[in-house]
Every structure is written in structure tokens, then in C-alpha cells.
């Protein structure tokens, strides 16, 4: 059975992977000037969540825990695993860079928490 990307029971299977060192948990936004769409990776929690509930970010896989070594898999293909990473696709007018800092300074604040209440 297919699980939606948007499921809070998915979001709720988001840990930080403990093999990793704050250095290694990086986050990665990646498009081209002829794109519609940016890349983006993370290895943090919060910003995996709230990828995970955004409405426009196309899940092209997720990094689970499997036998204490990390795995790629489809979103379909998580079987309650843990996941500790996330490649989505969002549209290019999704992005902003502010000429304000935002109030909060954690990463996960990237992502707007208002995908999380919808």
C-alpha cells in the first residue's frame, strides 16, 4: 500500500541519523537556470519533516535505517523504517531568499512551519 509523502504516520517515522556528525547532516538546494524545479537534500529532521508535508515537494526518495547502514528507497518502499534523509523536487517559486533574517535562525525554519498544520 502506498503511503502519501504528506501522511504525518511517515513524517513520524523522521529521526537524525546517529552515525552522522553535525557537519555531515548538511542540507543541499540544487537548480539550473533552465529548470522549473530545484533539488533539495537534507540529512536534518526537521527540514525532512517539513519537506515531507509541503504540498508542492516531490519526494524522490528517502534515506532509511536498514541493518545499521543507510539506505535509499522510494517513499512506497519505507515499510516503517526510520528516515533520516529526504530528496524532494520543489518548484523553483517555492524558494525565496529574504532580504531579512529570519527571527528564528534553525534550519528547519527553511521550510515554512505552516506546512506542518495543513
Keep these: 500500500m502506498a503511503v502519501s509523502t504528506a501522511s504525518p504516520a511517515l513524517r513520524d517515522l523522521v529521526r537524525e541519523d ?6 555531515e547532516k548538511e542540507t ?7 529548470e522549473e524545479h530545484a533539488t533539495v537534500y537534507t540529512a536534518e529532521a526537521g527540514l525532512t519533516r517539513r519537506l ?3 504540498p508542492n515537494a516531490e519526494v524522490e526518495e528517502l534515506n ?13 518502499e519505507v515499510s ?6 529526504v530528496r524532494a523536487s520543489v ?5 525565496k531568499i529574504r532580504v531579512s533574517s529570519r527571527s ?11 506546512v506542518l498544520s495543513e
Design 91 to 95: 518548484p523553483v517559486g517555492a524558494l
Design 104 to 114: 528564528a535562525p534553525g534550519h528547519a525554519e527553511v521550510v515554512s512551519e505552516e
Design 28 to 34: 543541499t538546494i540544487r537548480f539550473a537556470k533552465d
Design 80 to 85: 516503517g523504517r526510520e528516515i533520516v534523509g
Design 64 to 76: 532509511v535505517l536498514e541493518d545499521g547502514a543507510t539506505r535509499n528507497v522510494a517513499p512506497s
Design 18 to 23: 546517529p552515525d552522522l556528525t553535525p557537519q
Design 52 to 54: 515531507l508535508a509541503h
